[in-house]
């Protein structure tokens, strides 16, 4: 009967255990997942925020990112600042401050610092008054108003969106960055190698046939001496006087 007892006892601390892990385990992945999940919301939601109210663009594509309740009663993409405005681009940045999210809840909240490092853009010559006309200048639009916001996240049939924008602190307007054109590719030259000149070879003047004295038509006797080998004796001859006879009286 003891032994019964330990082994109930021994299975069911250990499926107790394994249901501890599971539970720990389901909580680490949906407060990751839903962390990731808020983190793009928030970050896409409000550059595209930004992004229509300098390009003027449609607001119904805010609805991936935001409810309709919010829209409704956010007025700062529909101010018209930049209505007169050419806007080629901007420099969006955005900085979490906090981001609270429990795996279980269907709410979240963040605080988040958004500035635009610079807008590239103009106002046309159609819409400068008599004095932007004659100073002949490139007219910048507005800066965007910075600014630290607190965040109110909801889940709505299975996916978040932003129920709140609440504007928390303004900040210092950032130094605006120049945009500067992309300089062309030059390439480096590269160096020409030098040859190392050959030695020069000392070259002995050769004798064509056409030079030759036969050619000419004029014969050239030339000695040439004989050798004579050693141990050879060199006979000489002496010419013999000649003997005639003399006349009888």
Known sequence: M??????????TRKAIILSLA????TCAFLGASNY??????IKDGMEARVGVALHRRDAEDLLKYFT???L?????????RYDNYVIRGFDHRLEFVSLYCWPWASTASATVDEWVRSI????PTAYQNVVQLASKEKIPPPAWPAGRYELLMRLQNGQWRIASVKLLERMPQPTPTPVRPTPAFIPTPSPTPTRTPAPLRSVTPSVSPSASPK?????????RPTATPRGTAVRTSTPRPTVGRTPQP
Request: no cysteine.
């Open 2 to 11: 003891q032994a019964v007892l330990r082994l109930l006892t021994f299975v």
């Open 22 to 25: 599971a539970a720990l385990l």
């Open 36 to 41: 990731a999940n808020i983190y793009m919301i």
């Open 68 to 70: 309709k309740a919010q």
């Open 72 to 80: 409704s009663a956010d007025t700062s993409y529909r101010d018209g």
């Open 120 to 123: 590239d853009g103009e106002l």
């Open 215 to 223: 050619a000419s038509g004029k014969a050239t006797a030339t000695a």
